[in-house]
């Protein structure tokens, strides 16, 4: 049986894991799921649609499933989709969708600080790193193991690379492409997350590539489709990450940052 402190209310229709505690005046309503081996903290408040994996830890006064903060949401049923081994610091909020059956979702293993918001309709992937306060707002995409720093505003719809960095305070509007460091308001890359990649194992040669497309997208006065064209046909493209890149900046909608206008 679960853990539930005598001052939480839980849902009769919540699930809740055999080896998951409720800390005190946590309130679980409606049809709420959480894993097993979840710590979930004081005021912690859940509701609505809301599936939670295992080993997740919810500090003090997150707020999760609570309706998008969206005009167009008419009270269709939505859900939010929290992965395995995420850490969700105090007063984090995340809202359900917008739309019927759509999700916002969080993948594992991430670390969400103190005050950061997802909204509707956010997708984050792996290993991610949010810091306190980022704001991210609807049907943002944050791949896998980007980094975002503190109070860092997300413009919704765009787009953030696995294993990017953005600094704190920056304000993104366009889309952060794979493997950078992005700075700014608005936030520019500023060349090759090159510390982030060693400390994830990639190779000398992975980075001495990447190294030299950034170069060639953003140091050649090329056009985005002349130096797309360029990586295509030059050896750099049998390089998975290269491709991975490509593709990224090919499936852009809002345009990505650039060094300059």
Not at 10 to 26: E, H, K, L, M, Y
Not at 36 to 58: L, S
Not at 63 to 91: C, H, M, W
Not at 197 to 204: A, D, I, P, Y
Request: hydrophobic fraction near 40%; charged fraction near 20%; glycine fraction near 10%.
């Amino acid at each position: 049986m679960p853990f539930i402190h005598s001052s939480a209310q839980v849902d009769r229709n919540a699930d809740i894991g055999t080896t998951t505690s409720v800390g005190p005046f946590a309130v679980i309503e409606g049809r709420a799921r959480i894993g097993n081996n979840c710590t979930i903290g004081p005021m912690v408040h859940i509701t609505g649609n809301v599936e939670i994996g295992d080993n997740c830890r919810i500090f003090t006064g997150a707020a999760i499933g609570n309706p998008p903060q969206d005009l167009k949401y008419k009270g269709e049923v939505s859900f939010v989709k929290i992965g395995n081994n995420n850490t969700i610091r105090e007063f984090v909020t995340i809202n359900s969708a917008t739309g019927e059956n759509q999700s916002t979702v969080i993948g594992n293993n991430n670390l969400l600080m103190a005050y950061v918001h997802v909204a509707h309709n956010c997708v984050i992937g792996n290993n991610c790193i949010i810091a306190n306060a980022a704001t991210i707002a609807g049907h943002v995409f944050i791949d896998d193991y980007a980094i975002i720093g503190g109070l860092v505003g997300i413009h919704q719809f765009s787009r953030v690379g696995k294993h990017s960095i953005t600094g704190g305070c920056s304000k993104i509007t366009k889309d952060i492409i794979p493997f950078i460091i992005a700075d700014g308001h608005p936030a520019r890359p500023h060349g090759i997350n090159v510390i982030g990649l060693k400390r994830r194992n990639f190779s000398r040669d992975v980075i001495t590539a990447l190294e030299e497309t950034y170069r060639i997208i953003f140091r050649r006065n090329l056009t985005l489709q002349q130096a797309i064209d360029e990586l295509r046909s030059s050896e750099l493209s049998e390089i998975p990450e290269i491709m991975d890149l490509i593709r990224f900046i090919e499936c852009s909608e809002r345009g990505i940052a650039r060094e300059r206008d």
